[in-house]
């Protein structure tokens, strides 16, 4: 279920409302088929004495857990999306005040972030759709850059100030991959799939 589930979150807008809407009409014939069968056995008589009324807090009660299931989902994307921009962003930042350092110290900074980005790229977000990224895992290019600003002494002012900068954004870039791991192992537990279909109205 939980490839089915990652396969349908990376499919488009579009993508995910045919799908959604090729799910309920699937669903809808299920029940048809299930009613009609049902219909022609003794048990018809009896189910004729459940009256319609009963059926509207049920679809209220459905509704309702779907809403908060569908909110939740939506609240964990933007998180998701929130923490890969912010990492980017700080990945960025330290590339850029790289600029005020040594060319030997700026290249090996540069260096171990593009070693970073490609571990990203090849290894961590593939892992992540499998549910097997972890948090345990070294960002080896993550370590070198920083390595590499720690190996330096700063002469001026100036660069002392883009060392720690630098510093602190790739400790805040690290903390957005720790974050997002987390949340990509976030889901919908299974006894909340069992709740909706046991509150259908149908």
Do not use: C
Request: charged letters at 15%; zero cysteines.
């Amino acid at each position: 279920m939980h490839a089915t589930i990652y396969w349908i979150e990376a499919q488009s807008t579009l993508g995910i409302a045919v799908i959604v809407l090729l799910l309920t009409y699937a669903f809808a014939a299920l029940v048809f088929w299930v009613v009609t069968t049902l219909s022609r056995r003794p048990i018809a008589e009896e189910l004729k004495t459940i009256s319609p009324v009963t059926l509207t807090p049920l679809a209220v009660i459905l509704g309702l857990l779907i809403a908060f299931l569908a909110a939740r989902v939506w609240d964990n994307v933007s998180q998701a999306q929130q923490q890969v921009g912010r990492e980017i962003s700080k990945l960025n930042e330290a590339a850029l005040l790289t600029r005020s350092l040594p060319a030997d110290v700026a290249g090996k900074v540069r260096a171990g972030l593009k070693q970073h980005i490609d571990f990203i790229e090849t290894q961590d977000w593939p892992a992540m759709g499998r549910f097997e990224a972890s948090m345990r895992v070294d960002p080896v290019g993550l370590t070198n850059a920083v390595a590499a600003l720690l190996s330096f002494t700063p002469a001026q002012p100036q660069q002392q100030l883009a060392q720690r900068r630098a510093l602190d954004a790739l400790a805040e870039s690290y903390d957005a991959r720790v974050n997002r791991i987390r949340i990509s192992y976030v889901e919908i537990g299974d006894i909340q799939w069992v709740a909706i279909p046991s509150s259908s109205p149908d």
